[in-house]
Nanobody, 115 residues
Framework: QVQLVESGGGSVQAGGSLRLSCAAS????????MAWYRQAPGKQRELVAI???????NYADSVKGRFTISRNSARTAVYLEMNSLKPEDTAVYHC?????????WGQGTQVTVSS
């Protein structure tokens, strides 16, 4: 079992920055991919950024050049640096991890960007 706890959400004006963190814990921790997803009101959950077990990041087109995903070497934490935030980035951001082919999700943290 893997538990994921996010932190770092909040409210910011357009053009501002936020840094999200996600801490993973659990027994027999063996995490492969880690990612951030988001879900805006009335919309489906969408992938924001993912970092593979080898450390290769990939981003949704809508956040390329503005967001940066990173993780620690132990694969027990993943981060999302968000710059040049836009109102359309407003959503609940969820941490994701895959461990031994099982998917885990955090509860989410709210990010609100005002114009």
């Amino acid at each position: 079992q893997v538990q994921l706890v996010e932190s770092g959400g909040g409210s910011v004006q357009a053009g501002g920055s936020l840094r999200l963190s996600c801490a993973a814990s659990g027994s027999r921790l063996s995490i492969n991919d880690m990612a951030w997803y988001r879900q805006a009101p009335g919309k489906q959950r969408e992938l924001v950024a993912i970092i593979s077990s080898g450390g290769v990041p990939n981003y949704a087109d809508s956040v390329k050049g503005r967001f940066t995903i990173s993780r620690n070497s132990a694969r027990t934490a993943v981060y999302l640096e968000m710059n040049s935030l836009k109102p359309e980035d407003t959503a609940v951001y969820h941490c994701y991890a895959r461990s031994n082919w099982v998917e885990y999700w955090g509860q989410g943290t709210q990010v609100t960007v005002s114009s």
